[in-house]
């Protein structure tokens, strides 16, 4: 197209630090790579690894966007040479190199999804950074099954409000933890058979009753450091313990004797880092798998709170409260 903007409004990271170092800037549009197409944004999700970055705490790679987002949705304007099959005009969601909080962004072919029949552009872009991560590591690494058991800590965030269906779809019997009454209730309408509020209850205690002693199949957990131990004591047999964050520290101590008598796995991965070719295959998959679920709202979104790009502190500090259900996005048009 050739009626496109030499510039765009964007949110900046100023320095490290609290929510308030975002700031609106003006800096030109992005230019695409041949692989890649250049998205007119609609929305974008906010995520963990966002505030992260923001507070200095995750360095970006370096040849990603300066911009902070991973997420959005929105209207394919311009395409590289080697752009796959999608057009002009195109509705997408994709999963981004970061630069996601802004009116314009680039995406690799290969990582954009079709923006789902019926969602509108903030349920669309709240998509793309949840269904890849859960489904990468709860069916593909940790091989979760039909008939098996899941703890998922975290139940009420985003990450765990798409684990709790992602799961159900897949015909696991699912637990998860949360930090209040409100929270458990809201991870029980989504599904979960059992939700254990951890602020005034022992989950190793709730766990094991509700499992009879034996266990469950898989952990998913974005907590780890003090929880390690804890999961490890109720992992069954050939259990997959799987760790995609450490929002309770980055150390803890194992008892590896338990590792090998109940032959127990330990997995971990995080996606930004992973490389094209990488991600490209957990989109097919997403695509192939977890799209079915969107359309038959099997898997929906679920949007706590959303805001002007302008506003993009705001939606840090709420996101840095923990007080939100699910799902926190960026209103662009």
Same mark, same amino acid.
């Given at each position: 197209?050739?009626? /496109?903007? @030499?510039?765009?409004?964007? $949110? ?7 929510? #308030?170092? !975002?700031?609106?800037?003006?800096? #030109?549009?992005?230019?695409?790579? %041949? &692989?890649?197409? =250049? ?5 974008? +999700? ?15 790679? *370096?040849?990603?966007?300066? =911009?902070?987002? !991973? ?10 040479? %080697? ?36 969602? &509108? ?18 069916? #593909? ?6 008939? *098996?058991?899941?703890? $998922? ?36 309408? !989504?599904?979960? #058979?059992?939700?254990?509020?951890? %602020? ?5 205690? *709730? ?6 002693? &034996? ?18 004591? !109720? ?8 760790? $995609? ?5 980055? @150390? ?9 008598? @109940?032959? =127990? ?37 679920? $949007? ?13 500090? /709420? ?6 259900? +699910? @799902? ?6």
């Amino acid at each position: 197209m050739t009626d /496109l903007p @030499k510039q765009m409004k964007g $949110i900046q990271i100023q320095e490290a630090g609290g929510p #308030d170092v !975002l700031a609106p800037i003006v800096c #030109d549009v992005p230019t695409i790579r %041949n &692989s890649e197409v =250049l998205i007119k944004v609609h929305a974008a +999700g906010v995520n963990r690894p966002d505030c992260l970055q923001r507070a200095g705490l995750y360095i970006a790679p *370096e040849d990603a966007s300066a =911009l902070p987002g !991973l997420e959005v949705s929105g209207e394919i304007v311009a395409m590289g040479t %080697n752009a796959g099959e999608w057009n002009l005009g195109d509705k997408v969601v994709a999963l981004t190199h970061g630069g996601g909080y802004a009116e314009y962004c680039a995406a690799e072919y290969s990582h954009c999804l079709p923006w789902p029949i019926g969602l &509108s552009a903030e349920e669309a872009a709240a998509l793309p950074e949840t269904t890849f991560t859960v489904y990468h590591n709860l069916i #593909d690494r940790g091989e979760l099954q039909q008939g *098996e058991s899941v703890l $998922i800590h975290g139940g009420s965030s985003g990450i765990g409000s798409t684990a709790i269906q992602i799961a159900k779809a897949a015909g696991a019997k699912v637990i998860v933890t949360a930090g209040n009454t409100e929270k458990c209730n809201y991870c029980l309408k !989504l599904g979960a #058979d059992f939700a254990i509020n951890y %602020n005034t209850s022992d989950f190793v205690k *709730e766990v094991g009753d509700i499992q009879n002693g &034996s266990g469950v199949d898989v952990v998913l957990d974005m907590v780890a450091g003090p929880y390690v131990k804890q999961n490890i004591e !109720l992992l069954a047999p050939d259990g997959r313990y799987i760790m $995609i964050a450490f929002l309770g520290g980055i @150390k803890a101590e194992l008892n590896f004797g338990k590792f090998l008598t @109940k032959r =127990l796995a330990l997995k971990g991965s995080t996606l930004r880092p992973q490389s094209v070719a990488q991600k490209s295959v957990i989109a097919a998959e997403v695509l192939a798998h977890v799209w079915p679920l969107v359309a038959d709202r099997k898997v929906v979104s679920n $949007i706590h709170a959303s805001f002007p790009l302008t506003d993009a502190s705001k939606a840090h500090h /709420l996101m840095e409260s923990s007080a939100h259900l +699910g @799902k926190i996005v960026l209103k662009v048009i």
